[in-house]
């Protein structure tokens, strides 16, 4: 199916519509850049995680630094493409938290 760009929110799914890159780009900013502290914060499967992961640096959201030490060590930082989805994400964080009580009465009514 090609990709649909005549439009920004497409632009916008077709790259961010994953289940967690919203939630890890928001702890990579939050300082948490480690692979096991991100999957800890946001309890998501390992290998589902890795993968988002893996898309949002091949997409330029986000690289990897990789240390060469006796146990290997990953970490992650928001590149200014990243960054740039900072107040688009807390715009959301806000929404979530100020629409609180209504959609936690969603979700239990489900």
């Excluded at 790259?15 to 890159?21: A, D, I, R, T």
């Excluded at 900013?29 to 692979?35: A, T």
């Excluded at 630094?65 to 970490?75: D, G, L, N, Q």
């Excluded at 100020?98 to 239990?108: G, K, Y």
């Amino acid at each position: 199916m090609p990709v649909r760009t005549e439009c920004g929110l497409h632009l916008f799914k077709e790259f961010l519509s994953g289940k967690w890159k919203l939630m890890l780009l928001f702890y990579i900013s939050e300082g948490i850049i480690r692979p096991g502290a991100l999957q800890k914060k946001i309890a998501a499967d390992r290998r589902v995680m890795t993968k988002q992961l893996d898309e949002l640096l091949q997409d330029g959201f986000i690289t990897k630094c990789s240390y060469e030490t006796k146990i290997p060590k990953v970490e992650y930082q928001l590149t200014p493409l990243g960054k740039s989805l900072l107040p688009l994400i807390m715009s959301l964080e806000e929404w979530g938290e100020s629409n609180r009580t209504v959609l936690e009465a969603a979700l239990t009514g489900k």
